[in-house]
């Protein structure tokens, strides 16, 4: 918009803390129909040295709604899982995968996961996969305040 108005491209980007007027343009300078009409309006006077017709700008064309889609995107909302419960993502229409992340005696987060073709199968088979870490990661703790 600044642009648009009459900001020079050096000021602009300083103001915006760019090091380069060149990124500044790449981003940020689009070109308007208000702002062809008035370049065409500069040639006239400069070149034609007469005063430019009143022409209005060309109007916009109204955009077309994307094809293929008859309805509109409505995104899953799935349930809020407790912390420590894990997460449940769908891969495609017959696979889903399970994670678990817990943070091991040493520190570190290891992913586990399971994969399973329903969303029931996955959420039995990450319940039984977090209970089997969780002992693991109990046997560590114990194991390392032992030796």
Known sequence: MAIANGMDVKTLSATIGHVSATTTLDI???RTAEMEVRAAENIERGIGKCEPSTVPPPEKPAEEPAKGLNEPFTPY??????SGSGCIYKINDHLYEGSFSPTHANGKRVKHN????TREEVEV?????????K??????KTKLKEG
Do not use: P
């Open 28 to 30: 940020y300078s689009h």
């Open 77 to 82: 909302k799935g349930k809020i899982r407790k």
């Open 114 to 117: 399971v994969y399973a073709e």
């Open 125 to 133: 088979k990450l319940a039984e996969l977090i209970v089997k870490v």
């Open 135 to 140: 002992a693991e990661i109990a046997e560590e």
